[in-house]
């Protein structure tokens, strides 16, 4: 039958430790790249986004690798917290005075406390 | 709080109805844009206003008409819908400098919307 919705993939990590979310991207002309966080009945919000001429991103907990080789995305959450629930998704726009981000479909994150 | 406000924040519409979406952003971005977000699809680009023109027109059906009076507004027109038109539509806005855009999107909590 139909599909009532997007199975997200699940993610399912013990309180304090760390979180480490995929996303791989199609396009290999994909020069820019965000990571989003949408909680239950709000819009996503921005986390930490890295361009392609760098490898690796750093925030407050959190870390963004980017492997152009491999078209592969990843989030790294230190010390998850409760609040880190939530759905997480990767953004990549290929540039070229291109306006359309490129949504993938999400990684639902769930703490355990 | 990301400076991106949408009303209403819920909206219930029967197919004959016209309704109005609204959006606002107060962090002085000169692009705004419409997404659908439903069950069953991810993140759906709709339409994109740059400097108060339309830039991008993703093959949306004319029964969704955005309106952008200025910078800081952007509203979405909605008559005779479909109940599969029921979904989270949500705003964003951003910079865009020199010609090229600023790629981080910065969205606001989105208007549900149920057609009946």
């Known amino acids: 039958g139909e599909s009532v919705g997007l199975h997200l993939p699940t993610l399912s990590v013990q309180e304090g430790d760390n979180s480490i979310i995929n996303c791989a991207y199609s396009?290999?002309?994909?020069?820019?790249f965000i990571w989003y966080k949408q909680e239950s009945g709000k819009g996503p919000q921005f986390i930490i986004d890295?361009?392609?001429?760098?490898d690796k991103r750093q925030g407050q907990r959190v870390t963004v690798l980017l492997n152009k080789t491999v078209k592969h995305l990843s989030l790294q959450i230190a010390a998850t917290q409760p609040g880190d629930s939530a759905v997480y998704f990767c953004?990549?726009?290929?540039?070229?005075?291109?306006?359309?981000?490129?949504f993938g479909k999400g990684t639902k994150l769930s703490v355990i406390p | 709080e990301t400076g991106v406000t949408q009303t209403p924040r819920h909206l219930v519409m029967g197919m004959t109805n016209k309704k109005s979406l609204k959006c606002e952003q107060h962090?002085?971005?000169?692009?705004m844009y419409w997404y659908k977000q439903s069950a069953k699809k991810p993140l759906e680009l709709m339409f994109v206003?740059?400097?108060?023109?339309?830039?991008e027109n993703n093959s949306v059906p004319s029964r969704f008409s955005p309106e952008c009076p200025n910078s800081s507004h952007l509203f979405l027109h909605l008559h005779t819908l479909q109940p599969e038109d029921s979904a989270l539509y949500l705003c964003a806005s951003s910079q865009q400098t020199s010609g090229r855009p600023q790629e981080t999107q910065y969205f606001g909590p989105g208007t549900r919307l149920l057609v009946l």
């Open positions: 396009n290999s002309a994909s020069d820019y």
């Open positions: 953004a990549e726009n290929s540039g070229a005075g291109s306006y359309q981000l490129t």
């Open positions: 962090l002085g971005h000169n692009a």
């Open positions: 206003y740059s400097l108060e023109e339309r830039v």
């Open positions: 890295i361009r392609s001429n760098m």
